[in-house]
């Protein structure tokens, strides 16, 4: 079996997304998750989806999904009402311009809340109405929701948490692997037992076990040979999708590296596109 590689054009979160794009296309990658982080990309202003809209027009790039807006006032799982239905309302826009751009699969983190000290059933509570609530928008969109795996630190990273946050979203609700989160988890075999056939989505990346460093693969202590064996079988069949690091180097030169060991530690001998 193999699988489908492409890259997330999130990886240097004030480099423009179009930029981003070029350098994707020129690696020869052709499949592409749009971030949204702050000075990339910003889904809720319509020049900006018209200016991908028409730069994917004239490329050979293929638009798979797109990570929901976190972080800072962004939070599924807010406590306060006002806020959280801000938050609600900020990713149905981005569900709407994945839509417009021929994606299928929006990434939403449940909440980034840290547990210690927290009251986890309060925010399990409402992140899982907002899941509810965005699971339901997408359909209307043909679109899935998966919800990615999250840091085993936070509100829904213990695989009891997350089959919970899973069970209570509903039916149509999906999965995200994030395969750095589940290695400092160490609860890789119990996501996927809790995953099934509902994992559409898979963020790769590597880290050395202490830090969530987003390394490419085969730069960190993540077990790839026991990645491949377990999506192999659940019969997976979605994208491997890389979420990196800004880096170092140009970027079609780690975008080409990255995805060159990730090939080879996931797939049978591939290629990638002819580079343009």
Same mark, same amino acid.
């Given at each position: ?5 492409? /890259? ?20 020869? /990658? ?25 730069? %994917?027009?004239?490329? *050979? ?10 972080? +800072?006032? *962004? ?6 009402? @006002?806020?959280? !239905? ?11 311009? %994945?839509?417009? *751009? ?5 990434? &939403?983190? &449940?909440? $980034? ?42 509100? +829904? ?23 750095? @989160? ?12 809790? &995953?099934? $056939? ?11 076990? !202490? ?21 192999? !079988? /659940?019969?997976?069949? +979605?994208? /491997? ?18 995805? $060159? !060991? ?15």
């Amino acid at each position: 079996m193999s699988w489908r590689i492409g /890259i997330a054009s999130g990886t240097c979160t004030g480099h423009p997304i179009l930029g981003a794009l070029d350098a994707i296309e020129a690696s020869g /990658i052709l499949g592409v998750e749009f971030g949204t982080p702050p000075h990339h990309f910003a889904p809720w202003e319509p020049g900006q989806v018209d200016a991908v809209a028409t730069r %994917l027009r004239d490329s *050979l790039l293929i638009p798979v999904s797109m990570h929901a807006p976190f972080g +800072g006032r *962004l939070d599924l799982s807010d406590l306060d009402p @006002h806020r959280l !239905q801000d938050t609600v309302r900020t990713v149905q826009t981005t569900a709407e311009a %994945l839509a417009r *751009l021929g994606g299928r699969v929006l990434v &939403a983190h &449940a909440t $980034d809340v840290v547990r210690s000290g927290a009251d986890v059933q309060a925010h399990l509570d409402r992140a899982a109405e907002s899941l509810r609530t965005l699971t339901h928008s997408c359909k209307r969109l043909d679109l899935v929701l998966a919800i990615e795996s999250p840091l085993p630190h936070l509100i +829904g990273g213990h695989p009891d948490e997350f089959a919970w946050l899973l069970q209570q979203a509903g039916p149509d609700a999906r999965v995200c692997f994030d395969t750095g @989160h589940l290695h400092l988890g160490g609860h890789w075999c119990r996501f996927v037992e809790i &995953a099934g $056939d509902r994992l559409v989505h898979v963020h790769a990346h590597d880290n050395r076990g !202490q830090f969530d460093d987003h390394l490419p693969p085969g730069d960190g202590h993540v077990a790839w040979a026991e990645v491949r064996r377990s999506l192999q !079988q /659940i019969n997976y069949a +979605g994208w /491997i999708m890389l979420e990196l690091k800004c880096p170092d180097e140009p970027l079609v030169s780690y975008y080409t590296r990255a995805w $060159d !060991q990730t090939n080879r530690l996931l797939n049978e001998p591939a290629a990638r596109s002819p580079t343009p």
